[in-house]
């Protein structure tokens, strides 16, 4: 630091802190990335598809289905029909023989299903072929919503009904930072869970609150002993140290102009690069000692 005629005089930085912690709310993303960063509300949303099945068995004891299992709830519509007098369609799912459908009760049979199961028709007809069918169609499935606060206060709204666990398959067709899909196993009916990430909410944000809350900080004693302003990461919370600093002169020439520059350097730990950045002050003098404070 230089002064008219190219004074120096002796300096030192003093140093004063406050701190604050605040929990850093939110969903991480499904794939890292950096500098980290979180998403506030979480949707996840259940799609099943519909099947329909249309046969001609030639026989008695011929059968046709899928072999597929029920991703989602949803309604099962059994038809049949023939040319002879005595046709017989037996309607079954797995496990069980819930009715048939025959030339003397030609209706269809119709179940609302809310259980996996797989659903095929049997030719029961003595010596004779049968037209038969199968018609699933799921029930408009569910959804999710998971969001927070920057307070942390937590809500969920849900609509069901939703996919069966199982049906899903425990590897990820797609996976982005925000997106993240399942498909079914092959052995169920076609069927997809998608989860979404939205409402960005950045470890800044985080920071900024703690500063906000810190405004009226630091008040403590100045002090020699060096610090640092630094804002860490330990699990979900965030902790910040606010620091103030002032550049004192024990000892100034009245009116002497007296020119300060320093500079400034900062590191981060979420993979951003370091930096620094140079400041200046001009104090004047007063014969006595002198703060930028």
């Known amino acids: 630091m230089a002064g008219q005629n190219f004074t120096c005089s002796l300096v030192y930085f003093e140093y004063r802190s406050c701190s604050g912690s605040w929990e850093w709310c939110g969903f991480s993303t499904f794939v890292p990335v950096s500098p980290p960063t979180k998403y506030r509300t979480k949707t996840q949303q259940d799609t099943a598809q519909r099947y329909t099945i249309s046969a001609y068995l030639p026989y008695n004891g011929s059968s046709a289905g899928n072999g597929l299992t029920l991703s989602a ?15 017989i369609v037996e309607c079954h799912f797995s496990g069980s023989w819930p009715g048939s459908i025959s030339v003397w009760s030609p209706n269809d049979l119709v179940f609302d299903i809310d259980y996996p199961v797989s659903a095929y028709v049997y030719n029961s007809t003595p010596s004779q072929g049968a037209n038969a069918g199968i018609h699933y169609e799921p029930l408009i ?52 869970r998608t989860y979404t990430l ?87 003098g007063t014969g006595f000692e002198v703060t930028t404070g």
Request: hydrophobic share 35%.
């Open 73 to 87: 709830p949803g309604r099962i519509t059994f038809s049949a029909s023939g040319t002879t007098t005595n046709w």
């Open 141 to 192: 499935v569910g959804s999710s919503t998971i969001s927070c606060t920057e307070d942390c206060n937590w809500s969920t709204n849900s609509s069901a009904p939703f996919l069966n666990d199982s049906a899903l398959a425990p590897i990820a067709q797609s996976r982005t930072p925000t997106a993240l899909v399942f498909t079914n196993h092959l052995s169920w009916t076609p069927a997809t």
């Open 198 to 284: 939205t409402d960005e909410y950045k470890r800044m944000a985080v920071e900024n609150k703690i500063v906000a809350d810190l405004a009226a900080c630091p008040t403590n004693v100045w002090a020699r002993i060096p610090q640092s302003a630094e804002s860490s990461l330990n699990g979900s919370t965030v902790t910040l140290r606010k620091l103030g600093y002032q550049i004192k002169l024990p000892m100034t020439e009245a009116d002497m102009v007296y020119s300060l520059s320093w500079i400034v350097r900062y590191s981060n730990d979420d993979g951003s690069p370091a930096g620094e950045f140079k400041e200046n002050r001009t104090v004047i």
